[in-house]
Nanobody
Framework: QVQLVESGGGLVQPGGSLRLSCAASGASFSINTMTWYRQAPGKEREFVATSGGGTNYADSVKGRFTISRDNTKNTVYLQMNSLKPEDTAVYYC?????????????WGQGTLVTVSS
């Protein structure tokens, strides 16, 4: 199987920055897409950014967040700048991987980002 481990969340003041990481490990696999989602308290999980052939962002984070990936480390990053209180959420990474001729959708455990003064 494939496991995802996220890190980098925490408390930051408005206007500050954080970088989230999500590393995949496990049996022999290749990664197709890497995507970040977030879920704020009392709200549904929403798309943030994706990398797979190209990059795409939610309108709410365009120009502030940057998704990048290091395929040699099976890791995806989310650089978050100019953070706002409304960015407060649990951030989840998702990877679509090819494992034993099957595509699987794998989720990380989530990392909490709190933007507050």
């Amino acid at each position: 199987q494939v496991q995802l481990v996220e890190s980098g969340g925490g408390l930051v003041q408005p206007g500050g920055s954080l970088r989230l990481s999500c590393a995949a490990s496990g049996a022999s696999f290749s990664i197709n897409t890497m995507t970040w989602y977030r879920q704020a308290p009392g709200k549904e999980r929403e798309f943030v950014a994706t990398s797979g052939g190209g990059t795409n962002y939610a309108d709410s984070v365009k120009g502030r967040f940057t998704i990048s990936r290091d395929n040699t480390k099976n890791t995806v990053y989310l650089q978050m700048n100019s953070l706002k209180p409304e960015d407060t959420a649990v951030y989840y990474c998702n990877m679509v991987v090819l494992l034993n001729t099957r595509y699987l959708s794998v989720w990380g455990q989530g990392t909490l980002v709190t933007v507050s003064s």
